[in-house]
């Protein structure tokens, strides 16, 4: 199965709303959220990092380098009306314990570090793929405190997310369909892929999110990316 990502011809997508009994009639007709679910067997395919951000150089609002403290220096330097109204303000490390008024050695400087890649999944027997989109947060950067910049890019992705749009290759000689709460779309068979509308998008991703337990090969083609 070709999987190959053109840019998608969103006219020709050709998307349908239809009512569910017409659309599930069919014995044949295959629901794509559960095939998510169930025991396909899904693999990854042209996973790739398109952006990866780390660095030491950022500033950080006063409450990250707060919150890193030990519970010991908190106790001795609990927050007061001073330190709160710095609370979202960009300092670096130093300047924090300044205001705090400790060594700079107490405050820790973190990695700050943005990943985001695409991947494919796809099922060979059923010729149906997705190409997905992937962060490690939603944020500008993710704060990790490690002592090594390749431990931090590490740390980062043991929570990543998809996120954004999902495309759908249908080459299925069966019917194809998505359900999104009490409304279902079919998915017509085309040579293309298909961005699904908002709401359908959503559902996606939050079942995705879901079985990412199980689909280990997902965090398996990432972390080879990220070596």
Not at 78 to 102: C, H, R, S, W, Y
Not at 120 to 130: G, K, P
Not at 188 to 205: K, N, S, V
Request: negative net charge; charged residues 20%; aromatic residues 8%.
């Amino acid at each position: 199965m070709n999987t190959d990502f053109p840019a998608p011809n969103l006219q020709a997508s050709h998307l349908s709303l239809t009512d569910a009994p017409k659309l599930t009639a069919d014995p044949n007709t295959l629901i794509l959220n559960d095939l998510l679910t169930n025991d396909t067997p899904w693999q990854i395919h042209n996973c790739k990092i398109i952006d990866k951000s780390i660095s030491q150089d950022e500033k950080l609002p006063f409450l990250y380098h707060y919150d890193a403290l030990s519970d010991d220096i908190k106790s001795a330097h609990p927050l007061n009306a001073e330190l709160l109204k710095q609370f979202q303000t960009p300092m670096f490390a130093a300047d924090a314990a300044k205001l705090i008024g400790i060594s700079e050695d107490l405050v820790k400087t973190p990695w700050q570090v943005k990943v985001t890649g695409t991947l494919v999944m796809f099922c060979d027997r059923l010729q149906i793929a997705l190409r997905l989109k992937f962060t490690n947060t939603a944020k500008d950067r993710d704060p990790i405190y490690t002592q090594y910049k390749a431990e931090a890019l590490q740390a980062s992705m043991q929570d990543w997310h998809f996120y954004g749009d999902v495309f759908v290759l249908n080459k299925s000689t069966q019917p194809l369909v998505v359900t999104a709460e009490d409304e279902w779309m079919a998915l017509e068979r085309l040579e293309g892929y298909q961005a699904l509308p908002a709401q359908y998008a959503l559902t996606i991703l939050a079942l995705l999110e879901d079985q990412k337990p199980q689909l280990t090969q997902l965090q398996e083609a990432i972390e080879l990316r990220l070596v």
